[in-house]
């Protein structure tokens, strides 16, 4: 069976060494080290390779190039096996001292030539080293992350071990999530381009490539159900003889027929060839497929397939990438047959881990704006919403203070860094100050970070506040509730972040901005001061959050047409 589509094998390659090398960055940033990398074990082939990699010069590199590639040994173990086999962190303050220094020098000696073994165990000899298993939170063993520093400086230490436990948790973490990313920005960028078309035929030929190119399939085709005649026709096909133009299927008839009186997606398997259309997969020469239906709430709007010549193309991972993929679909046909308005296709174009389409959560409902300053990207606000593990949710935004691709960059690592705290804390003061840590030496002179999380769980909401403005809940009985600091900005010295909780009831609308919105001026005039809490007295409790935020957009583009900073706009309500 071939590879699936999405997960292509070059793509996703580059994707993960992307997010290693970010994470590297910031290892040799905070600590001063000569070396560091990521090593990854292919269990299967036994063989321990780097996804990423950074030297301080080309000859330490290319002195080590053979030992960084090379089959894993724990006979004679090097750091990363012998880190993995302990199933802990190494710690090496001198390899004259480690117990496995004769074995690996002996390998050396036996697997590089006489020049390449001296320089590589000189390189042994003149650094400290620490070696830190990667592991996924289902305990399964990725690699290590090894960092080493050479003499004249003070040999690692316990201190900086810890640190790199951190960062190798953040790697383990990526990791997993950077399948999901890259899977998810596949699907967006399916979506928007089925999305942003309004002609149902062109509509019905985008789903269709993009479902290809998703699934990695040779052919497929789109049936459109016809109410009328309870049929389903044809009306766009890649790959297939020009029969297929002519082609219907009745509600129930094969099993795209049972796809579509059922609602439930299909992958073929041998055990049900009787119930396929024999003259169809002849004709065609069908050896699998998938069927997914369209649809949107009660409406059916017909059935997407992909195909290949070969038996057992397909997998249950393709089911449910299609299935997915049906859902964006559904919602451009929708748009395109009925007509009833015009789609605005919001996302956010950023830095990093900014995240994409406003994102589901249980029990809230979700609206989300963010508009770059000049509509162009590379300030420094930071935003989100996730689903925490126990279910409840956590809503992020703030403030990197400067301008430039380096602030840009920053924004991107303070949500990576809260988001990754989240799943190890749900307590938004710790994780605040967790992530004050990990910044205090990596922001820029006089720079700092305003900050506001929150996290909702039933009937509760518990937030802590780095000095950011603009947050506020509206209780649906009238109240207008200011959620004011409850410490210093992130990077500043000893913040004292504290933890406040309230009710959070059916109705009740936490809203926050970024000061792009408050300080929006005309006439000298701030649009927070003048404008926004009569705004929001007035339509916050009527208007769901997505209405609401459209609408604080267009007074604040009303008000003062020339942004001088980014707006990110974000209401949450409990329904």
């Known amino acids: 069976m071939r590879p699936r589509g999405i997960e292509d094998a070059a793509s996703s390659e580059a994707w993960l060494e992307q997010t290693l090398d970010e994470i590297l960055a910031r290892v040799r940033q905070l600590l001063d080290v000569n070396g560091c990398a990521f090593q990854v074990v292919d269990w299967e082939r036994k063989l321990i390779r780097p996804a990423a990699a950074w030297f301080a010069d080309e000859g330490t590199r290319e002195a080590l190039a053979a030992v960084l590639t090379r089959p894993y040994d724990p ?37 590089l030539d006489p020049d390449a073994a001296a320089r590589a165990w000189a390189w042994y000899e003149s650094s400290s080293y620490i070696s830190c298993p990667v592991r996924t939170a289902d305990g399964r063993t990725l690699g290590v992350l090894a960092i080493s520093r050479a003499q004249p400086q003070p040999a690692l230490t316990t201190e900086d071990l810890r640190v790199v436990e951190v960062f190798a948790d953040l790697a383990a973490l990526a990791l997993e999530r950077a399948r999901q990313a890259r899977e998810q920005e596949v699907l967006n960028r399916a979506a928007l381009e089925v999305g942003r078309l309004l002609e149902p035929e062109a509509v019905y030929r985008a789903a269709v490539e993009q479902a290809l190119v998703l699934a990695g399939a040779p052919k497929g085709y789109l049936a459109r159900f016809e109410p009328a005649t309870e049929e389903l026709r044809i009306v766009a096909a890649v790959g297939f003889t020009n029969d297929v133009a002519r082609t219907r299927f009745k509600l129930g008839e094969g099993m795209i027929g049972r796809v579509a009186a059922s609602g439930e997606p299909y992958l073929s398997s041998a055990a049900d060839a009787e119930c396929f259309l ?226 959070f009831g059916l109705g009740d609308v936490l809203f926050c901005a970024t000061d792009g919105l408050a300080e929006a001026r005309r006439d000298g005039q701030f649009f927070g001061e003048v404008r926004l809490p009569a705004l929001l007295d007035e339509h916050a409790r009527r208007l769901g959050p997505e209405a609401l935020v459209a609408l604080v957009r267009r007074e604040v583009e009303a008000w003062a047409p020339e942004l001088n900073d980014d707006v990110v706009i974000l209401a949450v309500r409990r329904c």
């Open 75 to 111: 006979e004679r173990p090097g750091v990363t096996e012998a880190a993995i086999e302990r199933g802990e962190p190494l710690l090496i303050a001198s390899v004259e001292d480690w117990p496995g220094a004769e074995a690996l020098r002996r390998r050396l000696a036996e697997e």
């Open 278 to 503: 024999t003259e169809f997969v002849e004709r065609e020469r069908v050896g699998s497929f998938v069927h997914v239906p369209i649809v949107l709430g009660p409406r059916l709007f017909g059935v997407l397939n992909v195909s290949s010549d070969e038996p057992a193309w397909f997998d249950a991972h393709t089911l449910e990438v299609l299935t997915a993929f049906a859902r964006a679909a559904a919602g451009a046909i929708a748009n395109a047959l009925d007509f009833q308005r015009e789609r605005r296709i919001a996302h956010a174009l950023t830095r990093g881990f900014v995240p994409g389409p406003a994102p589901a959560l249980p029990g809230l409902q979700l609206g989300l704006v963010y508009e770059p300053a000049g509509h162009d990207v590379g300030g420094g606000d930071v935003f989100g919403a996730w689903t925490l593990p126990s279910g409840a949710a956590a809503v992020l935004i703030g403030d990197v203070s400067g301008k430039g691709l380096e602030v840009a960059a920053m924004s991107a690592m303070v949500r990576f860094f809260v988001e990754a705290r989240t799943w190890d804390s749900e307590r938004p003061a710790e994780v605040l100050t967790q992530t004050a840590a990990l910044l205090r030496h990596r922001l820029p002179s006089a720079s700092f970070v305003s900050a506001f999380m929150a996290v909702i769980d039933g009937d509760r909401l518990r937030y802590a506040n780095a000095g950011h403005g603009s947050t506020m809940v509206l209780t649906a009985g009238g109240e207008r509730r200011a959620l004011p600091a409850t410490g210093l900005p992130l990077g500043v010295e000893d913040g004292g972040w504290r933890e406040e909780e309230l009710p």
